[in-house]
């Protein structure tokens, strides 16, 4: 009797730590999540930034294209649109710059949710593996 309340005893611990092992993988299987959550959001943000500037650019060239227009007019407009057509080329290249500079925050964003989802599969595959164990010492108590 005493040696199987003793086995009891030891595997009543046993499972305690691995439902504590469990408590911990799934934890942070949750912190990785809501992780991934802000992640998304931030990446749905900032995709929309990157639509402004293209449409701006898009708007813009079709003002570059009414300007070429009304260039051939005259020589003395052709000076005045040439002039407006570098301030908007400027522009562009502001634009160019702040989409390149949001495309590189969206790929680490990418790298960033990669590292996320690969400790996620790691939580996961460790709590199958608890789960097993858990498994297999429930069975030892199973007539």
Sequence with gaps: MRKLAEQSKQSTEKISQ??????????????????????VQLMSQESGTVLTPLNNMAQ?????????DNLAASAQEQSASAEEMSVA????EQS????????????????????ISDQMSRA????????????????????
Aim: hydrophobic share 40%; proline share 0%; aromatic share 2%.
């Design 89 to 92: 080329v400027k522009s562009h």
């Design 124 to 143: 996961s595959k460790r709590l199958v593996e608890l789960a097993q164990i858990l498994r297999e010492h429930m069975n030892h108590f199973k007539m």
């Design 96 to 115: 160019m710059n702040s989409i390149l500079v949001k495309v590189e925050k969206m790929g680490k964003s990418v790298t960033d949710q990669s590292k």
């Design 60 to 68: 813009h060239v079709n003002e570059i294209a009414s300007m070429t």
């Design 18 to 39: 691995i439902l504590g092992g469990i408590k911990q993988e799934a934890e942070k299987a949750s912190n990785a999540a809501k992780d991934m959550v802000t992640s």
